[in-house]
């Protein structure tokens, strides 16, 4: 390519004019030169207009620009042809030289393809390129089932689209003039008296233009936007939720986001939302289960089954022998979150076991168990101790007792014997 730095036709010698060329005039083009590339690099046709040139650069930069993944050697090519093109004595000696002959005229005079994007879209010049536009941002709330198996959603999103009628003009070319109420500044300035020798500046955007500088007249306006240079779009993105994903991840869409003249578009970004799951908790790669025991499954084992987020079935069963407390954690190795990137690989499924315990025991019961479970302790009473009748409580209320003294006195009259607060334990002197 030929932005600056050596020419990208060195190989061809004997240009037409050049040194290898030959002493007097240009000669006429050889007969195989090929005069099609640069508008096939475009697609478009030979006699292609200077608006279709600047439609077909402006679809293909936008595509394939660098900042957005585009590869950087295409995009050159794709400047390039536009370069030539656009210039209508380049166009004609390529035209009737092919490469050849823009060559031997000078190439692109040293320019970038990031300056020529730039003046093209209103950069100015490289000055870092064109500004970049804002991002859209969506939150994506996603099932625990969906991130453990993976998933692909179609989501509709409307954003701005640079209308194609008058390229992001809003007109005819050159209809475009400077407001004559704001003088071109997008700027209403006001002044208002609020005292003696006070006065207050307001400022505001103009009326007129709506805050942008220019104005069309009404008969030079497109009637496709209506001279907003944009026009909305209804779009259809085909998201994929990949397998093991986490709660925060980020998936982006590059370019996808509104456009505007002069701006590469910003990205359409989903941000997953992981929902809470009935069953499974997560942390990381790993997931939690609680799993409820009854007390002859704690002390006799257990076999039950877990419905994982696959469909699948696991069997579960305790070892021989094995008495299971409450708040013990064994874990499943390998039957966790899938690892993005790798998704057989997967960590692992905690359970921690609740055992609920029966509320009362019968005489039979109790004389069936104590066969078959060791002795309670002994116990030794001199017959001098004060028996004492426990209540069942929340233990949220420790540490209130004080505030309850604290009360009115008439508070305590009014609760009965026991005080406030309810039956308080009562102790019988043995």
Do not use: W
């Amino acid at each position: 390519m030929f932005f600056g730095g050596g020419s990208p036709f060195e190989q061809f010698a004997g240009m037409p004019g050049g040194e290898g060329g030959g002493g007097g005039g240009r000669r006429g083009p050889p007969a195989d030169v090929d005069t099609t590339e640069l508008y096939q690099i475009l697609g478009i046709e030979k006699d292609a207009s200077e608006n279709e040139i600047k439609k077909a650069y402006r679809k293909l930069a936008l595509k394939n620009h660098p900042d957005k993944g585009g590869d950087p050697e295409v995009f050159k090519e794709i400047t390039m042809a536009y370069e030539v093109l656009s210039d209508p004595e380049k166009r004609k000696l390529y035209d009737k030289y092919g490469k050849e002959g823009v060559e031997s005229e000078g190439g692109a005079g040293g320019q970038t393809p990031e300056d020529i994007f730039s003046m093209f879209f209103g950069g100015g010049g490289r000055r870092g390129g064109p500004r970049k536009g804002e991002d859209d941002r969506h939150k994506l709330k996603v099932n625990l089932e969906d991130l453990y198996n993976g998933k692909t959603c179609r989501l509709a999103v409307t954003r701005n689209k640079v209308c194609t009628v008058c390229e992001g003009i809003g007109g005819k070319p050159g209809a475009e003039k400077a407001c004559e109420k704001c003088q071109g500044r997008g700027v209403q300035v006001q002044f208002r008296q609020i005292g003696p020798g006070m006065v207050q500046q307001l400022q505001s955007a103009c009326s007129s233009c709506r805050g942008e500088g220019k104005v069309i007249n009404e008969r030079d306006k497109c009637k496709t936007c209506s001279a907003k240079k944009v026009v909305t779009e209804r779009k259809v993105l085909e998201v994929h939720i990949t397998k093991g994903m986490r709660n925060g991840q980020k998936i982006t869409f590059h370019g996808e986001a509104d456009e505007a003249p002069g701006v590469v578009p910003g990205d359409i970004i989903f941000i997953v939302e992981e929902k809470e799951h009935s069953v499974f908790r997560r942390k990381g790669a790993d997931l939690v289960i609680e799993k409820n025991l009854t007390l002859v499954e704690s002390l006799c084992g257990f076999d039950f089954s877990i419905t994982h987020m696959d469909k699948r079935t696991l069997r579960v069963r305790s070892n021989p022998g094995q008495v299971t407390k409450h708040d013990d954690v064994f874990m499943l190795d390998g039957e966790g979150m899938p690892t993005i990137g790798n998704p057989f690989v997967k960590g692992r499924l905690f359970v921690i076991f609740k055992v609920t315990f029966p509320s009362t025991l019968g005489p039979e019961a109790v004389e069936s168990l104590q066969k078959v479970l060791p002795p309670a302790p002994a116990t030794d009473f001199d017959g001098d101790e004060e028996e004492s009748m426990l209540e069942r409580v929340d233990l949220s209320t420790f540490g209130q007792t004080h505030s309850h003294e604290m009360n009115d006195g008439s508070d305590d009259d009014r609760a009965g014997p026991g005080g406030p607060g309810g039956e308080r334990v009562q102790c019988q002197n043995m």
